[in-house]
Nanobody, 116 residues
Framework: EVQLVESGGGLVQPGGSLRLSCTAS????????MTWVRQAPGKGAEWVSA????????AYADSVQGRFTISRDNAKNTLYLQMNSLKIEDAAVYYC?????????RGQGTQVSVSS
């Protein structure tokens, strides 16, 4: 069974930083591309970032480019999202996800709140 568990969310002031983690189990983590998606209250899901299995080609939404960094440690089965210079509009529930055999899996999410 694929399991993804996000952590690291919290309340931060504008301009602050957070590092999200996503611990994976139930599949060979190092073989699959991974993504971060976020959803703010009353809004649809927004793709944030993705990284291929070999960490060669990270990709970012324009809204986070230059502020967020995605990375992974395949030995630890863990995906990360370093978020710097956070803005109020970054507040959302952040989910990590992957697609295996045509099925999309994601975790339960971690809440990021940005407020002064």
């Amino acid at each position: 069974e694929v399991q993804l568990v996000e952590s690291g969310g919290g309340l931060v002031q504008p301009g602050g930083s957070l590092r999200l983690s996503c611990t994976a189990s139930g599949f060979t983590f190092g073989n699959y591309d991974m993504t971060w998606v976020r959803q703010a209250p009353g809004k649809g899901a927004e793709w944030v970032s993705a990284i291929d299995s070999g960490s060669r080609v990270p990709a970012y939404a324009d809204s986070v480019q230059g502020r967020f960094t995605i990375s992974r440690d395949n030995a630890k089965n863990t995906l990360y999202l370093q978020m710097n210079s956070l803005k109020i509009e970054d507040a959302a529930v952040y989910y990590c996800g992957t697609r295996i055999g045509g099925a999309t899996s994601r975790g339960q999410g971690t809440q990021v709140s940005v407020s002064s």
